[in-house]
Nanobody, 115 residues
């Protein structure tokens, strides 16, 4: 099993930046595809970004060019740098770890962007 703990959410003004972090437990971190997803009130959970064990990244269309995902396999951490934040980025952000036969979620961290 992999346990995930997110941190770094909060309140920021439009145009500002936040950095989210996700700490993982377990010994298989380097094999996992790690990702960030978000869910706004009344909406479905959506992809923000994913990163493979080899560092290949994929981003949701709404965050391309503004957000950057990164990982540190030695520290078992995955970060999400969010720049040029918009009010529509307001959501609960969830860390996800997956591989064949496994998909674990963190508890989520709130990000609120004021206009």
């Amino acid at each position: 099993q992999v346990q995930l703990v997110e941190s770094g959410g909060g309140l920021v003004q439009a145009g500002g930046s936040l950095r989210l972090s996700c700490a993982a437990s377990g010994s298989i971190f380097s094999f996992l595809i790690m990702g960030w997803y978000r869910q706004a009130p009344g909406k479905q959970r959506e992809l923000v970004a994913t990163i493979t064990s080899g560092g290949n990244t994929n981003y949701g269309d709404s965050v391309k060019g503004r957000f950057t995902i990164s990982r540190d396999n030695a520290r078992k951490m995955v970060d999400l740098q969010m720049n040029s934040l918009k009010p529509e980025d307001t959501a609960v952000y969830y860390c996800n770890a997956r591989m064949v036969g496994l998909s674990n979620w963190g508890q989520g961290t709130q990000v609120t962007v004021s206009s």
